[in-house]
């Protein structure tokens, strides 16, 4: 699944197109390298979002395609 679809689906970010944005202006890494909006997302990998001051680390854990909103917080762990 593309990087900016996991973002909106597990509900990190609300939009696709400010989760695009995002990528663009290398704010988010996977696996500790910057990445596009376009990078296929695999369980097990490591994300980081920063948002201003705020960085916010997460390993993927699922890519479902749809998924409810009280199952979001299933599709990631914290770290």
Known sequence: MRLDKWLKVSRLIK???VANEACDAGRVSANGRPVKASYEVKPGDVLELKFGEKAIR???LSTADIVGKADAGAMYKQL
């Open 15 to 17: 939009r696709r197109t």
């Open 58 to 60: 997460v390993e993927v």
